[in-house]
Every structure is written in C-alpha cells, then in structure tokens.
DNA sequence: AGTATGACATAGC
DNA sequence: AGCTATGCCATAC
C-alpha cells in the first residue's frame, strides 16, 4: 500500500504532453474524491520528476503557489507542450483537460 | 501524539 | 444562475 503522494505523483507522471488533470479528477483516480487537497499538497512535496504543470485546478488557472521559477515558465512549459492559454491565463479545459488515464 | 494547515471540490441556498 | 459555506483526507510540525 503506496502512500498517497507517490500514488498522485504516479498519475500526474501519466498525464499525456499537452494536456492538464485537475486535482480532483487525479484524487478521483487516486481512489478517494477528497483527496482532491491531499493531492495539491502531493504537488507540494512532489520531486522534479512530477510534470506539477500539468495539474491544474478545476478552473483551469494554475496555481500561484508551485511557482518556484516564475508563473510565466510555468505557462511557457505548457504552451510547449502543445497546450492553448487563455487571456486571462488559464487553460482550456475544454480542449486540453485529460480525459483519463483509461482513455 | 496531537494539532494546524493545505497547490480543492462539492453541496446548498 | 451565481455565490457562500462547509466538508474531507492526508501530511507536516
């Protein structure tokens, strides 16, 4: 039996190139709903090897917190990666939000 | 060991 | 329809 995080970690990891999950769809896969806070705090003590710009909130704006370099590297790396930002600085869910690790 | 906090989400009004 | 309030699990100190 993992501990949370490295199982969070393990999902984040699997998120494909381009695409974002949000906390609580990778606490739903996780196995519990309500890890949703548990796994943002996964994010926190998340290594290197966690792509954390890939999760985003349910809004789809990435939060202020993970932002060890600077929020403009954080939507750099996402615009590399084939994912579409919004003026205001979220992400489109509607075309970029991960589907699912089964999908 | 217990307490406090947390990078959220959902439900209800 | 939108906003507010609360709940939940786990981790860290």
Not at 26 to 41: E, F, I, K, S
Not at 63 to 72: I, K, Q, T, V
């Amino acid at each position: 039996m993992e501990a949370l995080f490295p199982r969070i970690w393990a999902l984040t990891r699997q998120i494909p190139p381009g695409k974002v999950a949000t906390y609580g769809q990778l606490a739903r896969w996780a196995g519990n709903p309500r890890l949703a806070r548990a796994a943002g705090y996964a994010m926190h003590s998340a290594p290197a090897d966690v792509p954390c710009h890939r999760v985003v909130n349910r809004f789809g704006g990435l939060c202020d917190a993970f932002l060890p370099a600077g929020r403009e590297t954080h939507r750099m790396l996402l615009e590399v990666e084939g994912v579409g930002f919004r003026p205001d600085g979220t992400v489109d869910l509607e075309q970029y939000l991960w589907r699912g690790p089964e999908l």
